[in-house]
């Protein structure tokens, strides 16, 4: 089946650990999106990429690392410096070219991340 | 960053009820999309809107792109217990990096 598979579904952080959180589609989109869900704040944008190799700061992005070496991968890195990642990480992919199809972001099932 | 105000954060309704909700943007926007999400899973599409004045529905959905570009309103009828869930809109301006302006999200409790 085409989508995206976002792992794992639950993950735990512990003080001054770094974790990563996967995000992976076989729809051969080009660009892939990281958002952070809190509670009656609606999505935020932490990262963004449209092309291998290259990736942009979202509204969110302190605390946060990406790489996109591959198409169809782009996983999102919580540091340290994250004080605050306790929420539900969405990764979400479109095309760019295309008419109106570029206008539509497809989601993953999320990563719930809680601080132990 | 910006974000859509959209109303009402949150409703409480019985079966069989007709919910309205809507969103309003300080810019214009080219396109609008409605996605609904369920508990602990990723947003879904609904709806999208790419004209002015365009309405468009989705068998007990109907939704608005309004005329002024900066507003959209998503209707349910007859509602179900299956509807629960956050309704989020979103925005697309004229840039080409396919970014979106997510609302804050409407969360629907229907009482059976």
């Known amino acids: 089946d085409g989508g995206i598979t976002q792992s794992p579904k639950y993950l735990f952080r512990k003080e001054g650990q770094n974790v990563t959180l996967s995000c992976e589609q076989n729809l051969n989109h080009d660009a892939m999106y990281w958002y952070r869900q809190d509670p009656g704040q609606g999505l935020r944008l932490i990262y963004y990429s449209q092309i291998v190799n290259d990736f942009q700061k979202g509204d969110i992005a302190e605390g946060y690392s990406v790489s996109r070496e591959k198409k169809e991968s782009f996983p999102l890195t919580v540091t340290s410096a994250q004080k605050n990642p306790t929420a539900f990480y969405l990764c979400?992919?479109?095309?760019?070219?295309?008419?109106?199809?570029?206008?539509?972001?497809?989601f993953g099932a999320g990563t719930r991340l809680s601080v132990l | 960053g910006q974000q859509l105000n959209q109303s009402p954060q949150s409703m409480f309704i019985q079966e069989g009820e007709d919910v309205s909700m809507n969103c309003t943007s300080s810019?214009?926007?080219?396109?609008w999309l409605w996605y609904k999400q369920d508990p602990g899973e990723g947003p879904v599409l609904l709806i999208a809107l790419y004209k002015a004045g365009e309405l468009t529905s989705n068998g007990r959905l109907t939704a608005q792109f309004g005329i002024t570009r900066k507003d959209s309103f998503l209707n349910i009828s007859a509602s179900i217990p299956s509807d629960v869930g956050i309704y989020f809109c979103?925005?697309?301006?004229?840039?080409?990096?396919?970014?979106?302006?997510f609302g804050q999200g409407t969360t629907l409790q229907v009482k059976p």
């Open positions: 810019s214009i926007f080219n396109t």
């Open positions: 979400a992919s479109s095309v760019l070219a295309g008419g109106r199809a570029k206008n539509i972001q497809y």
């Open positions: 979103a925005g697309r301006g004229s840039s080409n990096t396919g970014k979106l302006i």
